[in-house]
């Protein structure tokens, strides 16, 4: 868990985030000519980050996790800040080793659901309940609420707590750098798009804005 410190904002939105803390002009507007919405602060961005160890430190060309994470760290570092939760629950909560027998069986011809139901686990047993507790304890409850940077329906309402403790005002889409820059930036592979096309058509991600 970490946070990522206010920089420089971007003044426009090249990720599709709308953002209006650009550089402040020398000359504010005075009070009374804004509206009331204006210096209302925008709810922090938040990622909810679930271990890779082999996405994000062998950069492996099974997932997009490595890449998500850079990237959530990136669009923090331009748009005023926010949260990174990360939490132990590696390879969607069955651990490295039994996500390796999955890769096996990914070669022999499973997708990533199917491998984790052959080996007896669930298609994803993470859980969020930690994550909300992170996020109250750092002052993301409330009406503000956050912007949660996911493509996972499922974690937008368990992020937000049986009793809606935490209320994400908005979804921010990770849509990965190869889609948005035909292939010129980001990790791409074979591989990734049979994970994000299983994620789609199985798990109902959502990689569009
Ligand atoms: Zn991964």
């Given at each position: 868990m970490g946070f990522v410190p206010e920089e420089m904002a971007a003044r426009?939105?090249?990720?599709g985030i709308a953002e209006?803390?650009?550089?402040?002009?020398?000359e504010r507007p005075?009070?009374?000519?804004?509206?009331?919405?204006?210096?209302k602060p925008k709810p922090p961005l938040v990622r909810i980050h679930s271990e890779c160890y082999t996405g994000?430190?062998?950069?492996?060309?099974?997932?997009d996790c490595g890449e998500q994470l850079d990237e959530a760290a990136r669009l923090m570092s331009l748009h005023g800040g926010g949260v990174i939760v990360y939490l132990r629950q590696e390879g969607r909560g069955i651990g490295l080793s039994e996500k390796l027998k999955a890769y096996n069986l990914q070669d022999l011809g499973s997708d990533t659901v199917e491998a984790n139901l052959l080996l007896r686990h669930p298609a994803d047993a993470r859980s969020y309940g930690l994550a909300t507790a992170i996020l109250l304890d750092l002052g993301?409850?409330?009406?503000?609420g956050i912007r949660l940077l996911t493509n996972n329906p499922h974690k937008v309402r368990a992020v937000e707590g049986p009793n809606r403790?935490?209320?994400?005002?908005e979804r921010v889409a990770m849509i990965p750098l190869a889609w948005k820059h035909g292939g010129k930036r980001g990790i791409h592979s074979r591989e990734i798009e049979q994970y994000l096309s299983t994620k789609i058509g199985k798990m109902g991600h959502m990689i569009s804005d």
């Open positions: 426009t939105g090249e990720d209006e803390d650009g550089p402040q002009p020398l005075k009070q009374h000519e804004m509206s009331p919405d204006e210096d994000e430190t062998a950069w492996s060309a099974r997932c993301c409850g409330g009406d503000q403790e935490v209320i994400v005002r």
